[in-house]
């Protein structure tokens, strides 16, 4: 069984800075993609960013320049790295990852952790 679990969310002021991080673990064979996406209150699940297991990364427009994903493929981590945050950006954040396991790929989630930006 695959597990996806995510720590780092917290409470924090406008313009700080927070680091989610995520660790795959079970019978994995690979990891292919892996992200971060976020859901806040009445709001769609929105992909936040997302790197691919070369490091071509990708990033929402309102993230880009202050937001940077990196991942550990010998550790089955993926961290987000959250700089200038901004009240808007308040959400559940949940880690993604697309796992090559028993001849199959399967996408699978966290639990998330809520990130909190005041003003």
């Known amino acids: 069984q695959v597990q996806l679990v995510e720590s780092g969310g917290g409470l924090v002021q406008g313009g700080g800075s927070l680091r989610l991080s995520c660790s795959a673990t079970?019978?994995?064979?690979?990891?292919?993609?892996m992200g971060w996406y976020r859901q806040a209150p009445g709001k769609q699940r929105e992909l936040v960013a997302a790197?691919?297991?070369?490091?071509?990364?990708n990033y929402a427009d309102s993230v880009k320049g202050r937001f940077t994903i990196s991942r550990d493929n010998a550790k089955n981590t993926v961290t987000l790295q959250m700089n200038s945050l901004q009240p808007e950006d308040t959400a559940v954040y949940y880690c993604?990852?697309?796992?090559?396991?028993?001849?199959?790929?399967?996408?699978?989630w966290g639990q998330g952790t809520q990130v909190t930006v005041s003003s």
């Open positions: 790197i691919t297991s070369g490091d071509t990364t």
């Open positions: 993604n990852a697309e796992i090559v396991m028993g001849g199959g790929t399967y996408s699978r």
């Open positions: 079970g019978s994995i064979f690979r990891i292919n993609a």
